[in-house]
């Protein structure tokens, strides 16, 4: 200890405080560092996750429009009626694009959902004469899928693909003998003596049955209209050919309900000439993620009780 310098003591704490303070800021800075990095890395993965509600990129000039029609067809999913027709319309409307495929791979779905955009595929070929749309089918184009393509120009396939199911159901279960087995007793009150039509609890009426018999002719019918208008004299119609059964791509182009072999990039380079592809399809943004699958039991329970558990569709 220096005897000649009293204020030692003093200049050590001061020394011992300016390190600790000189640490405490660098401590700061390392963490504001950190932070800054770690929310720079999360607006990356935004930016490459969500869907901004436009094409994936944009092109300048003449290029081909893709859109995905991917999963079952129904007014909640990524193949709505709304998201199908809004790409539709942004992908018809641009100024560069010299021609549409509708790239399919989905079971079937909705009737109705279907149905709506077969009508926008007809409306906006009837609307733009010079842009014509191709269906190019994946692995599956059944059902509400082909309700779909059928609007189409020409359909091609892979040869494995699998074509048709052109047919309609209504499902449901009946539970009335594991009740009794059980002893359970249904009690059902309606106001209307057909509003618990096909109750899955209650023995089946031959009246409801025979009606929803005729609902689903209905449908059939309005189907193979659809199928008979968009394929023309390309149909080389059997007996099965609308009795729901499917069949390989191959042999769907020798019944007429395909038109030739191909693929995206073959139909985009070799009859559309634009080998560019953009694609239109809308997607599912975080939010929309979120929110569906916070409401998606609940809306399912409100459904089925105002409505009944019974499904009709394309399938």
């Known amino acids: 200890m220096p005897d000649n310098d009293p204020q030692w003591e003093r200049q050590l704490l001061e020394k011992i405080a300016l ?51 991917r999963g079952t067809i129904d007014a909640g999913g990524d193949a709505s009626a709304d998201k199908i027709n809004g790409a539709l319309q942004s992908a018809f409307e641009d100024k560069g694009t ?8 989905s079971p079937g779905g909705s009737p109705v959902q279907s149905g709506i955009v077969y009508d926008e595929i007809r409306r906006l070929r009837t609307k733009h004469p010079q842009i014509p749309l191709y269906v190019v089918v994946e692995d599956v184009c059944a059902s509400g899928g082909y309700y779909v393509a059928s609007a189409a120009d020409k359909i091609f396939v892979d040869k494995a693909s699998i074509v048709g199911s052109i047919g309609v159901l209504m499902d449901g279960f009946g539970f009335t003998g594991t009740m009794d087995k059980l002893g359970v007793e249904r009690r059902l009150l309606t106001a209307g003596v057909n509003k618990g039509f096909l109750d899955p609890f209650s023995p089946q009426d031959e009246r409801q049955k025979e009606h929803a018999q005729i609902l689903l002719g209905e449908i059939h019918r309005q189907f193979i209209e659809v199928v008979r208008n968009g394929r023309g004299n390309r149909l080389k119609e059997t007996p099965d050919m609308f009795s729901g059964l499917m069949w390989t791509g191959s042999q769907s182009i020798k019944m007429g309900l395909a038109d030739d072999f191909g693929t995206v990039d073959s ?7 634009a080998e560019t592809i953009l694609d239109y399809s809308v997607k599912e943004n975080i939010a929309e993620r979120f929110a569906k699958r916070l409401g998606a039991e609940t809306g399912q329970s409100i459904v089925f009780r105002l409505f009944g558990s019974n499904r009709t569709g394309l399938h």
């Open 19 to 69: 390190a600790s303070l000189q640490e405490q800021r660098a401590k700061r800075r390392w963490g504001i560092f950190f932070k800054l990095a770690f929310l720079s890395y999360l607006v990356a993965v935004l930016v490459m996750v969500v869907d901004w509600g436009g094409p994936e990129k944009l092109v300048d000039g003449r290029h081909t429009a893709l859109i995905n029609l």
């Open 98 to 105: 010299a021609g549409v495929i509708m790239r399919i791979n």
């Open 267 to 273: 139909v985009a380079r070799d009859l559309i000439k």
